[in-house]
């Protein structure tokens, strides 16, 4: 399977070329970056730290996109709903790890979605993926005599909050009670709040240091608490599951995906 990485000088962008490179049946098609940027030109497997593998990065994504069978994107909203432009108009897959996207952009991608394979995830990683089904099955089992609190830690540069992670499992929870987290979801608490509302999904955020990304779900009842808990040690695990979610949707209709469709949950 061909595919481009666009973001390829970012952190992300790096990790996704060694992630193809190492893929078997996958092969690095195009590397993308911004007009202007420092890598144009370098090569891709040269700036991922994996030696030459013949690919110049380019910011020209349009033949790029003709050329290849799938994005992997982990870049800003408004890159992301370009891109996916580009995607339906090719026809291709289109995997999207971006966070910190608002309606307006996912009404975007749903448009998008009519033509190409979009498979959009707040976390690629296949354990976060898998605590999520669970967190849905026990908000479903508890029931709303159970409190849910829902705490992410992130490094001091992560610019959206909640994660997109903590909202990830938010949405299992609320899925799991039947209810909308736009209804339920409380994000801020400080000064004099009151007690706490029945079936509020409350979130706590943490920035500091260089933490790769941690989330538990707290279900608070009468005389006991269950934690569920993801703990990110190291950010392959979102490149690695990125390839993967880019593999299996290769022979999918078009469509708007999730990790869950991707593990068969």
């Known amino acids: 399977m061909r595919l481009v990485v666009v973001g390829a000088d970012g952190r992300m962008g790096r990790m996704l070329i060694r992630a193809v490179a190492e893929a078997e049946g996958c092969t690095l098609s195009s590397a993308i970056e911004r007009e202007g940027s420092a890598a144009l030109g370098q090569d891709a497997g040269t700036l991922a730290g994996i030696g030459a593998l013949g690919v110049p990065v380019t910011d020209d994504p349009l033949p790029a996109f003709a050329a290849t069978d799938g994005v992997l994107d982990f870049t800003t909203p408004a890159a992301t709903t370009f891109f996916a432009e580009l995607a339906a ?41 898998l605590l999520a089904g669970l967190v849905r099955k026990v908000a479903a089992a508890l029931g709303p005599d159970y409190d849910i609190e829902i705490v ?16 990830l499992l938010g949405e299992a929870a609320a ?20 007690a706490r509302r029945p079936g509020d999904i409350g979130f706590a955020t943490l920035r500091g240091g260089s933490v790769v990304g941690d ?23 979102f490149a690695r599951g990125a390839v993967r979610a880019a593999r299996w949707a290769f022979d999918r209709p078009p469509g708007l995906y999730g990790m869950a469709d991707v593990l068969g949950l």
């Open 89 to 129: 108009q090719a026809r291709i897959v289109h995997v999207i790890g971006t966070t910190g996207l608002a309606e307006p952009d996912l009404a975007k991608l749903a448009a998008a979605a009519r033509h190409a394979r979009l498979v959009r995830s707040g976390n690629m990683s296949l354990g976060v993926n």
């Open 215 to 237: 989330h538990s779900v707290i279900l608070a009842g009468p005389g006991e608490r269950i934690t569920l808990s993801h703990h990110a040690e190291d950010r392959t695990i």
């Open 152 to 167: 992410e830690m992130h490094h001091r540069m992560k610019v959206d909050a909640p994660s997109g992670t903590a909202l």
């Open 175 to 194: 899925e799991g009670r039947g209810v909308a987290l736009s209804e339920t979801r409380v994000s801020t608490r400080d000064g004099h709040t009151g």
